[in-house]
């Protein structure tokens, strides 16, 4: 069973248009990221949601921590080709010896075509 | 500004070979991951270590085995190589820290093909 759920897998899109990615679980968590990952790089960390109902904007990519904290959407505006790779959630999981360990959703692939 | 570093970057082994990749960073950072990459599996994380002479298992760990002999360095080794070990294989590392939102940092990757 697979603690994080991306959707969708796959998104291929223009240039210029609106889209959202969500990061969905049964569990609750107390902080999670979301990275971004371009072909031939490792995952880059764009952001950490910390409190339920939070909301952050990166420019164009809004984000959003549900209220009870299982949940996260990425919302991007006016999709750019730049914004092309593989958009991954992530938790922190806190117990027994596994302390800042994180695990990763199965991630979302993003294409904006020009 | 290196960041995380992974020797080699591309490498093809036969079946049975062993092979050691290395992760280096320059960031005094405490944790230290390696994780592989496959398609329709996301990244997983092989073995961790949360200090210098430390090292404990991740998720997958079986086949891989890994030292920590320096704080900068932490060294993924593969005994005998089996095919199922074909993957992209990420390190990464994080500052210590007493509550959340420290970012992990990656390396670019290590390709790695088992004939």
């Known amino acids: 069973t697979q603690l994080l759920e991306q959707s969708p897998q796959f998104l291929s899109i223009q240039e210029g248009e609106n889209l959202t990615v969500y990061c969905n679980s049964s569990?609750?968590?107390?902080?999670l990221q979301w990275y971004r990952q371009e072909p031939g790089e490792g995952p880059v960390l764009l952001v950490t949601?910390?409190?339920?109902?939070e909301v952050k904007k990166l420019k164009r990519l809004t984000f959003q921590f549900g209220d009870a904290r299982k949940d996260s959407s990425l919302h991007i505006t006016a999709a750019q080709p730049g914004d092309t790779g593989l958009y991954l959630c992530?938790?922190?999981?806190?117990?027994?010896?596994?302390?800042?360990?994180?695990?990763f959703g199965k991630g979302t692939k993003l294409s904006v075509k020009p | 500004n290196a960041g995380v570093t992974q020797t080699p970057k591309f490498r093809v082994l036969k079946t049975g070979q062993s092979m050691t990749l290395l992760c280096a960073q320059d960031?005094?950072?405490?944790?230290m991951y390696w994780y592989r990459q496959d398609p329709g599996m996301g990244l997983r994380l092989i073995h961790y270590s949360v200090g210098e002479g430390t090292t404990a298992k991740g998720e997958v760990p079986d086949g891989y085995n890994v030292s920590r002999l320096k704080k900068q360095n932490f060294l993924l080794g593969l005994e005998s190589a089996a095919p199922s070990q074909t993957s992209v294989y990420f390190c990464?590392?994080?500052?210590?820290?007493?509550?959340?939102?420290?970012?992990?940092?990656f390396g670019d990757g290590t390709r790695l093909s088992i004939l």
């Open positions: 990464a590392s994080r500052a210590w820290t007493g509550g959340a939102g420290q970012p992990q940092h």
């Open positions: 960031m005094n950072h405490e944790y």
């Open positions: 992530a938790v922190l999981l806190n117990y027994g010896g596994s302390q800042g360990n994180l695990i």
């Open positions: 949601v910390v409190t339920g109902g």
């Open positions: 569990s609750v968590f107390s902080s």
